[in-house]
């Protein structure tokens, strides 16, 4: 597949998650066979069947607050700050993409902390 093939599924995918919650509609542009893995928990969703219920059983979707990505080929490096009920999470996710459509993703999740003051000096703040 082209890469604009690839950028028009990781835009699809962000607008049936993000603007309507519509899971099926993410779970249509995934492999039968996908993969997602949270290292952090020590997780992973086998198959698009299991995240489709998984993500239907989700006890309240997170809100988009900021959204970006980068992409090259069939490798997608996603950054997000996402809402989970007042609770803000930095996301970093590299997904892989076959044939316009989502093969594997690993998801890594941060909160935000306050920067320390030592090291003031040599930073400037975002």
Known sequence: M?????????ERFHQAFFERQDIDAMAD?????YVEEFPQS???????????ELYKSYPGLPKVIDYDYKLSGDLAVVEMVLDYE????????????QD??????RGYFAEPFEAPEWRAQWVERI
């Not at 542009?29 to 066979?33: C, N, P, R, V, Y």
């Not at 020590?42 to 489709?52: A, C, S």
Request: charged share 45%; with cysteine.
């Open 42 to 52: 020590g997780e992973r969703i086998r198959g698009k069947d299991n995240w489709r």
């Open 29 to 33: 542009l995934l492999h039968d066979d």
């Open 86 to 97: 007042g609770n803000r999470m930095n996301v970093c996710e590299i997904i892989e993409l």
């Open 100 to 105: 316009g459509k989502f093969k594997r993703d």
């Open 2 to 10: 082209s890469e604009q093939e690839n950028r028009d599924a990781l």
